[in-house]
């Protein structure tokens, strides 16, 4: 944990250098995963000399990140490092400046690793649509047959970010939630994914996929280690108009939660999903129980247009990815056909090899969606019932909720022969459930690991709490994370 890695380069039991020669050690040892689409070993280095200078010589660090490696996903631009957003429409591309997550890690002393895998422009659940091959999870694969191609999908979008963190070649990383691209495979790899209040963090040099519903995402191995990371990142910045204009105030959690006596929380009855596996459902069910003898009030609340909310999240989303994807015309940057027989052709063909299937599909349904006759009917519709998911939660908090338990994902990371069996958008309607909710209403989320399966795989539950509400929320998930002891994942035979 950062924590861990704070206090033994505090006692000088640790180097920044050591520490950041262990996490490329393993990442090399773990690139059968595919975790990472490029190496940014020069600037890690270079990173990595200047914070243990830091230490050595002033006995100063720059902030609780200074030294760390770090991981970013790949839709972050990062100036100087391709951005492909695993997308061939981007291979060629190289950004002249940082995202301001990247900046923020740049100026706190991280040291940043490398960029990670996706799904190609963060369309997917499970990080097997790149164009750099699929992330494999590396809970449950054996990493000493010659050829293994019985694995577990890592989740999606954020599958790369998410290995990176649980295989250890990162200490903490960036990810993006739309839909819930950070909390998917966080619970699929039985990492900490924190999807913050929307506004909280800038999501300037995030490429857009559905700027209403896009956050930078946080993935660490504990939840004080999303703390110090959110604590490094979030505040107002002038470059996006989104973030909300108020100082930040920085917060701890204890290093153990006492009492939990205080809280309210709630069980929406409507995320009793069907398909959900009984190894989530006794999950849920252990950790309410354990709220409720610790002294909380736990109680069943109704969220009546959860039902509505995938098919709403859809067509919103979808219409949001044809606007943005209209940049995308092999003129200005990135990938450009050959066929320049006219400026149409040129557009068209641009976009044909540039995009995978999903990406055109879900470009075709916007369209389709934002036609003049179909507007009214589909986009207007769709927002009017945001609005009344939106107020679900909205109407449980005032109530006197603080928090709502629920599952992340219906159960354990599927295995890719039995997940590919399905089309993306399949894929993508059963495993955002429980996540896109939260996006829709804009309130942070956060997703831990609660047990594991009968499979020996990890097992995650959310919580979700109140608008900027999220030393609440993360102190709740601190004491839940005592609860449940769970074991990290061991590959010690990899240093």
Known sequence: SIEKAITLLESDQLTVEELHESCARRLDATKIL?????????????????????????????????????????NFCMDGVHTTCASRMLLPYVPPYDATMVAKLKSHGAVIMGKTNMDEFAMGCGSVDSVHGPVRNPWGYDFAAEDNDLWHIAGGSSGGSAVAVASGAALAAL????????????????????????????????????NSMDVPGIMTRCVRDAVLMMNALAGHDVSDSTTVPRLYEPFEIPTDVESVRDLHVGIPKEYHAPGTSADVLAAWRKIADAFEK????????????????????????????????????????????????????????????????????????????????????????AQKIRRLISGDFWHVFESGVDLLLTPTVLSDAPDYTFFSKADNRTRTQEQDVFTQPVNMAGVPAVTLPCGLSERQLPIGLQLIGQPFKEKTMLTAAKWVEQQCEFPQLQLDFLD
Do not use: W
């Open 175 to 210: 990810g993006s939630d739309t839909g819930g691209s950070t909390r998917n495979p966080a619970s699929y790899t039985g990492i900490v994914g924190l999807k913050p209040t929307y506004g909280l963090l800038s999501r300037h040099g995030l490429v857009p996929l559905v």
């Open 294 to 381: 610790a002294g909380a009030k736990v109680s069943q609340v109704s969220m009546p247009h959860t039902s509505l909310s995938i098919v709403c999240y859809h067509v919103l989303s979808t219409c949001e990815i044809a606007s943005n994807m209209a940049r995308y015309d092999g003129i200005q940057y990135g990938h450009r056909s050959s066929d320049e027989s006219s400026t149409e052709q040129l557009y068209a063909a641009t976009r044909h090899e540039g995009f995978n299937d999903v990406v055109r599909g879900r470009i075709l349904a916007g369209n389709y969606f934002l036609l003049k006759e179909n507007y009214d009917t589909y986009f207007t519709q």
């Open 34 to 74: 595919n975790a990472f689409v490029s190496r940014t070993s020069d600037i890690s280095s270079r990173q990595a000399k200047a914070s243990q200078k830091r230490l050595s010589y002033a006995k100063k660090r720059l902030s609780a990140l200074d030294g760390i490696p770090v991981a970013v996903k790949d």
